[in-house]
T-cell receptor, first 116, second 114 residues
């Protein structure tokens, strides 16, 4: 079974530039999550999709971050404009239904972003 | 709001030593609890989880964890660590109902010396 795919793996940009990350979840998984992991911290949820609808985006800095999952499969996360404090690893995860609390979330390899 | 505390930030052990990593959570309702591991250069993967039933759960690679509701704890244990257990370990929680996204602790970096 193929895992969660993410690209690019690494990205270096200058502040005020824009950047986009892509995620393809495990086939058949209805729920997709984007987490931000700052160095020395645990992952923190940015946004959760159930199929192509947003379930939770309460911690997404909406003035600069946006995300979409138009066809209920793959997803893109965009930052525009980037700030120095956006330097982090951006993790994508998926789960089968998102309805059962004990359901396993499967994580991708992450995209490591450095903002200079 | 949920929160998770992992008090050990960096643990160094010799091979064959026993391991216990602490995890405490803050949430008043029903919870589901997880331990994830990140080996060097690899992605986060599930070690074990608790969502109901026996509070002592067994995971992969000889790890186990015990859910103690009265202490709001879910400590991870392994009787004898190996060099290959060197990794970062994250405790996480989500609520029993509603929001499914995980709230993670800050992680514990385990270094096992041969």
């Amino acid at each position: 079974e193929a895992g969660v795919a993410q690209s690019p793996r690494y990205k270096i940009i200058e502040k005020r530039q824009s950047v986009a990350f892509w995620c393809n979840p495990i086939s058949g998984h209805a729920t997709l999550y984007w987490y931000q992991q700052i160095l020395g911290q645990g992952p923190k949820l940015l946004i959760q999709f159930q199929n192509n609808g947003v379930v939770d985006d309460s911690q997404l800095p909406k003035d600069r971050f946006s995300a979409e999952r138009l066809k209920g499969v793959d997803s893109t996360l965009k930052i525009q404009p980037a700030k120095l404090e956006d330097s982090a690893v951006y993790l994508c995860a998926s789960s089968l239904s998102g309805l059962a609390g004990g359901e396993t979330q499967y994580f991708g390899p992450g995209t490591r972003l450095l903002v200079l | 709001a949920q929160s998770v505390s992992q008090h050990n930030h960096h643990v160094i052990l010799s091979e064959a030593a026993s391991l216990e990593l602490g995890c405490n959570y803050s949430y008043g309702g029903t919870v589901n609890l997880f331990w994830y591991v990140q080996y060097p250069g690899q992605h986060l993967q599930l070690l074990l989880k608790y969502f109901s039933g026996d509070p002592l759960v067994k995971g992969i690679k000889g790890f186990e964890a015990e859910f103690i509701k009265s202490k709001f704890s879910f400590n991870l244990r392994k009787p004898s660590v190996q060099w290959s257990d060197t990794a970062e370990y994250f405790c996480a929680v989500n609520a029993g109902t509603g929001r499914r996204a995980l709230t993670f602790g800050s992680g514990t970096r385990l270094q096992v010396q041969p």
